[in-house]
């Protein structure tokens, strides 16, 4: 778990991944379309994923991926950040996590 804390507390944004999840690409997708470079890590690419994914649900993420953080606070899954963006709030935060400047 610290880990994850301590990848997810390193850059304004961070999404852990999948390779081959679709949610996870639409997610990543809307970061970059926001102007945001978040830090990607995907668990099926890491050698240390399987246990990074135990964290991940260990904090409550259900599910695991994509579980997004921004100023290393956990935000949430796709739903979560969907419904950020589509009430405002995502480019808001990203902007106080300094992840985008306009």
């Known amino acids: 778990m610290d880990r994850v804390r301590d990848l997810a507390s390193k850059n304004a944004a961070v999404i852990f991944t999948k390779s081959s999840c679709c949610m ?46 921004i100023g290393g606070k956990w935000v949430g899954s796709a739903k979560d950040v969907l419904s950020l963006h589509l009430d405002g709030s995502l480019k808001q935060m990203l902007m106080e996590a300094k992840a985008i400047w306009f």
Do not use: Q, W
């Open 24 to 69: 996870c690409h639409s997610i990543k997708t809307l970061f970059y379309e926001l102007g945001a470079s978040p830090a990607i890590h995907e668990l099926d690419r890491d050698v240390n994923g399987k246990e990074m994914e135990r964290a991940l649900r260990g904090l409550g993420c259900n599910p695991t991926v994509p579980a997004v953080f």
